[in-house]
């Protein structure tokens, strides 16, 4: 070997090494403070990890971790506090995108639009301002919280004098309302609505013309669809947006509850970006024909299936709900046209018989199980069901998880059952904050609705609740939920059953580490230990330090980090815009069909 070749070998050989250095470049970041979420740790100063395995390789004070990482720039992140990143375990990410974000304009009573009368005037400005003839969507009119009146063709017709269509969905997903001229847009002649859907219908006045309402998904979708396919240019974009939406609140691992075949493309493409903001685990919705086959992304630690999904009862906001008790009956509970019940079991969506047909179908196949789940009636058939599918296919005392979602009614002597059995309860703080004033006393009597969502118990009986917003629901508001549950304060600063209120660590583990173990990601996510992902918030303030109820006003996000990355939402909103939005038209059909009883 001449000595050219050999400079020219040692050469290569010199890139080869910097090349790799370069590849298993471990970066360390310091912090004011850092909380662990690990038990055996609670409190670190810094943290090192890995940018190619993407995991933590230290965490300790700064010097134990130089000392294991010696090479490793540091990066001083100042006053800001590290805590792993923020768990959402129950949502519905592509629905949620469609319907709350632009060009959809979200008029829920918890995103500023408190009364009928803000509704309104929204409804009036928008249809000043926006490009003449162009179809709005607006989503969120709560018949409960704004006690706004049906909002009817003649309504509506009256709120949009450009003449533009326009339709609103009901905050519960069961109603859809429009005016005259999306009656046009969808050739209906003389305003005469087709016959009506099995399982849905089209609200009609005297002369058998549209009154401008649909009631239900199957009469909902037949007009939504073809609406969105003019109102909503692309629908990838919206569903970013949301996962944007949720990452501005900390957030770094979601779910879809609502999952289908459907939507796979879009949560591909979704994930297909470095700056992809969450990780997701999908349910797969049991109605599905195909709920039982497999499906596999590429990067199965951004997105991967989990289980399978379905709804045992209804919304306490209709009182499609299996509850034990009675709505008590008053204007705000007419206005809203709540059924008073109690339903009892026939607030359930499926017999006991067909429960267990359909554990049968999936269990063998190793899903976990899901089960919306909001009345006390409910709860006990679903354990029940659980219990005997579990006996049944040998699975008592081992690591299933299966989950209830919501339980807005159960009781401490349930949620000792549910965590004697192994199954998880995921709770909605939100139900309390924005109904709370209403469920202690106008919808129930106070000794039932100051406990609704009786967190507090849930701890107590060891279940391992975890917290969630249920997008498209309300807003995915982590450190509103934890203000909220410790401080037992509803979002008018009330106070309904202070029993029910939670420890500061405790509504942490909430939105950390038990959301983690409840969509099976423990072993990954949820704290920050050796060996997890490098998945992070950065907060401006250590919220152990600050008095509970001043949480959302002096403690900021300021970003998030998931595996070693740092997160920049507007790179990852270019990278949606730029995919051929054409790809994704379907997902409207896909993600509005699937809109079920919150
Ligand atoms: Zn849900």
Known sequence: MNYKSSLRLLTLFATYCLSNA??????????????????????????????????????????????????????DLGATVLMPGFIEPHGHPATAGLITQPPTIWIAPYVGYKTW???????????????????????????????????????????????????????????LYFNTATTKLLGWENATPPKNPLGGSFGRNQDGTSNGVAQEVPAIMPIATPFMFKAIPNPLLSVAKFYSYMSSFGITSSSELTYNTGQYKAYLALASSADTPLRISVYHMSTETDAAAEAKWPDSSMVRKNGIKLWADGTPWL??????????????????????????????NYTRGQLDQILDKFV?????????????????????????????HKLLGTDHRWRVEHLGAAR??????????????????????????????????????????????????DARPTFHNDGPVSPPNVLLNIQSMVT???????????????????????????????????????????????????LSADLTKVKPLEITDKVKVQGTWVGGKKINLTKF???????????????????????HKH
């Not at 370069?22 to 970041?29: D, F, G, K």
């Not at 704004?146 to 069961?174: C, E, K, M, V, Y």
């Not at 500061?504 to 920050?528: F, H, P, W």
């Not at 909103?573 to 809109?595: F, K, N, V, Y």
């Open 488 to 538: 037992r304060t509803t979002n008018s600063g009330k106070v309904h059953g202070a029993n029910q209120a939670v420890t500061m660590d405790q509504a942490l583990k909430a939105v950390t580490i038990n959301a983690a173990y409840q969509l099976k990601r423990d072993q990954e996510v949820g704290s920050l230990e050796v060996g997890k992902f490098a998945d992070f918030v950065e």
């Open 412 to 461: 401490y002597d349930q949620f000792k059952r549910a965590a004697s059995l192994g199954i998880t309860v995921s709770m909605g703080p939100f139900q309390y904050i924005y109904w709370g004033d209403l469920l202690d006393g106008t919808m129930f009597e106070s000794a039932i609705g100051s406990q609704w969502q009786a967190v507090g118990d849930a701890f107590r009986a």
């Open 22 to 75: 370069a590849l298993a470049e471990t970066q360390i970041l310091k912090a004011s403070t850092i909380i662990t979420m690990d038990e055996k740790n609670p409190r670190a100063e810094a943290v090192a990890f890995d940018t190619v395995t993407k995991k933590i390789t230290a965490i300790g004070s700064l010097s134990e971790v130089q000392a294991k990482a010696p090479q490793a720039k540091v990066t």
């Open 573 to 595: 909103l270019e990278e949606m815009s730029a995919i051929d939005a054409s790809q994704h038209q379907g997902l409207p059909e896909a993600s509005l069909s699937t809109r």
């Open 364 to 392: 063998p196949l190793g899903y976990q199980m899901s089960f919306h789940c909001n009345g006390d009636v409910g709860f006990d058939v679903v354990m029940d069901a659980y219990e005997s599918a579990l006996a049944k």
């Open 117 to 175: 009368d803000d509704v309104k005037a929204k409804i009036l400005k928008e249809d000043a301002q926006a490009t003449a003839g162009m179809p709005l969507i607006f989503n969120g009119v709560d018949k409960l919280l704004q006690q706004a009146p049906t909002p009817t063709r003649d309504i509506l017709d009256a709120l949009t004098p450009s003449g533009r269509p326009i339709i609103i969905f009901d905050n519960s997903g069961h109603a």
């Open 319 to 348: 009182g499609t709900v299996a509850l034990s008790f009675p709505y008590l009956d008053n204007k705000t509970t007419r206005t809203a046209q709540i059924l008073l019940g109690p339903l009892a079991e026939k607030g359930m």
